[in-house]
């Protein structure tokens, strides 16, 4: 990095003392000893971009996704969100840097505007998780751009972090804790990434729920439900409400939960991920995909926590709650967001949110541009409109 520096310094200081540096006509105005160094700080840098190249080959089957990896007890998660971490802070560290990263990475103006314009979240981390959506989004191409963008500045700063964390991959790879999958043969590496990781991004740039329209082709409604069959599981089992909240929102949940076990003249069913751990830690989106789908009401607590956490705001690092609902609202809000948009046509028929008793006023301000979310009812009111509905729903 040193070398770098004095490099520019000197690269700045030549060319405004000469048209051109080797330009001996002027040799007066520049002493050979500068020039000397000059020559020797430029082949420096020569070898220190070649390592950067190598480097690039050696992230070429590492999937991006490796870089949201997270285990606290495991020297290569604390490796990969090392690796993470530099990234992020040193791209943002550059004005609009981002926005260049993102363009050479194939993302499009759309896109790129949309970040800026809508998304509060450090904009680097949104680009590096939409260019990860795509199977072939190596860390080599992020290096390889940055080297596009001369940006070598950034590619010292990352250098170490990144060489750290190939080199857990380079060892046994049965020994590794990601979860990751990897078929390799003697003659071809393929792409190690990880097995499944959650796509927290917003409705609008995420890829696996906005599929286009193809032209001149009509949009076909999903396939309606009998409702024979329908009234009949209505009649043999209990309403089932599903909770989804994060930590600001564990008490409400308990309070439901309180409310909800005192109606003595009616039957339901409350379900929270952490009631059912033992279930759910055996193959969380499976059990929570299942439940989605059993459920007669999806219950979301709006809290300012549970809006950070889908909007992307919530903190860069995981958090330390062991709560399982708090660890999957974002894979819970994804389904939905393609149930509402994909399923029924952007019909509210499944979500019940509810606004707790404290809920910050500012957790109103951005509702409105989830409508699946908008509250349904107040934690106050919870016990009344929802004993009515339910009710009247069983009926």
Known sequence: ???????????????????????????????????????????????????????????????????????????????????????????????????????????????????????????????????????????????????????????????????????????????????????????????????????????????????????NQPQQLPPKVSETKNIERLKNDKPILFLTFTEDGIETAMNIQDKVNDWFDMEVQVITLEDRRDDVIQNPEKFIREYFEKADYIVPLITTGYMDEINGYGPGVPSTSDNLDCKYVNFIYNLISNQYMHITGCLNKKVRSVLPENADVKVLRNISLYPALIPWTHEMSFDEQFRIFLKDYST
Not at 17 to 41: F, G, K, P, R
Not at 165 to 190: I, L, P, Q, W
């Open 1 to 215: 990095m040193i070398i770098l520096k004095i490099f520019l310094t000197l690269h700045s200081f030549i060319r405004n003392s000469t048209e051109v540096i080797h330009d001996y006509d002027n040799a007066d105005t520049i002493s050979i000893d500068t020039l000397a160094l000059y020559e020797d700080i430029e082949e420096e840098r020569n070898k220190e971009i070649s390592e950067l190249t190598r480097l690039s080959k050696k992230t070429c089957f590492l999937h991006t996704k490796l870089l949201y990896y997270r285990n606290a007890e495991s020297e290569l998660g604390a490796a990969c969100h090392n690796a993470w971490r530099t990234i992020v802070k040193s791209v943002q560290g550059s004005q609009d840097c981002w926005r260049e990263l993102g363009h050479y990475l194939g993302i499009s103006q759309d896109d790129l505007n949309y970040i800026k314009h809508s998304i509060k979240n450090d904009p680097t981390d949104i680009v590096l998780k939409l260019f990860m959506q795509d199977e072939d989004a190596t860390l080599d191409k992020i290096l390889d751009v940055l080297v596009k963008m001369k940006r070598f500045d950034i590619l010292k700063k990352i250098e170490d972090p990144v060489t750290e964390m190939v080199a857990y991959f380079n060892k046994d790879e049965g020994k590794s804790d990601t979860g990751y999958h990897s078929n390799n043969s003697a003659s071809e590496r393929k792409i190690i990434t990880l097995k499944s990781l959650v796509n927290d991004l917003p409705p609008a740039l995420n890829k696996s729920i906005n599929t286009e329209k193809k032209p």
